[in-house]
């Protein structure tokens, strides 16, 4: 990934979009973040961000949420997500949502990966949810 901020991905509930994304993260959490946005973006997801909950939940520090055109979008999305993130010795603690064409999760740890189709994630409006007021 290169050192600027990839425009296409907007980072919510931090001070700044703009710059580097390393600026943004915690050390730890820094090649977790870069292997699932890099991997995300071979595929071109529609809308995706990266939500900062470091400091609401203590469940994840970032939540990944992205939507794609269609099921087979979807799949392939979260398939490179798990492979690119198995080639660094990173396993997901979980997976749902296989074989749906709604909703897939992929629990990496620190960062929990949400892809949806748009219709869903309009729904389920995550970003306001997760959003600090």
């Given at each position: 990934m290169?050192?600027k901020f990839?425009?296409?991905?907007?980072?919510?509930?931090?001070?700044?979009?703009?710059?580097?994304?390393?600026?943004?993260?915690?050390?730890?959490d820094?090649?977790?973040?870069?292997?699932?946005?890099?991997?995300?973006a071979?595929?071109?997801?529609?809308?995706?961000?990266?939500?900062d909950?470091?400091?609401?939940s203590?469940v994840a520090?970032?939540?990944?949420?992205?939507?794609?055109?269609?099921?087979?979008?979807?799949?392939?999305?979260?398939?490179?997500?798990?492979?690119?993130?198995?080639e660094?010795?990173?396993?997901?603690?979980?997976?749902?949502?296989q074989?749906?064409d709604?909703?897939?999760?992929i629990d990496?740890g620190?960062i929990?990966?949400?892809?949806?189709?748009?219709e869903?994630?309009?729904?389920?409006?995550?970003?306001?949810?997760?959003?600090?007021?």
């Amino acid at each position: 990934m290169s050192k600027k901020f990839n425009p296409l991905f907007k980072l919510l509930n931090s001070d700044s979009t703009s710059g580097s994304l390393k600026a943004h993260l915690p050390h730890k959490d820094q090649a977790l973040v870069e292997v699932v946005v890099a991997a995300a973006a071979e595929h071109q997801p529609i809308n995706p961000v990266l939500l900062d909950l470091s400091h609401l939940s203590s469940v994840a520090n970032w939540f990944f949420i992205a939507s794609a055109k269609n099921s087979r979008q979807l799949a392939t999305i979260a398939d490179k997500i798990v492979r690119r993130a198995t080639e660094h010795n990173i396993h997901p603690l979980g997976r749902e949502g296989q074989g749906s064409d709604h909703w897939l999760l992929i629990d990496l740890g620190e960062i929990v990966i949400h892809l949806f189709n748009p219709e869903t994630r309009t729904f389920y409006d995550l970003e306001g949810l997760w959003r600090i007021p």
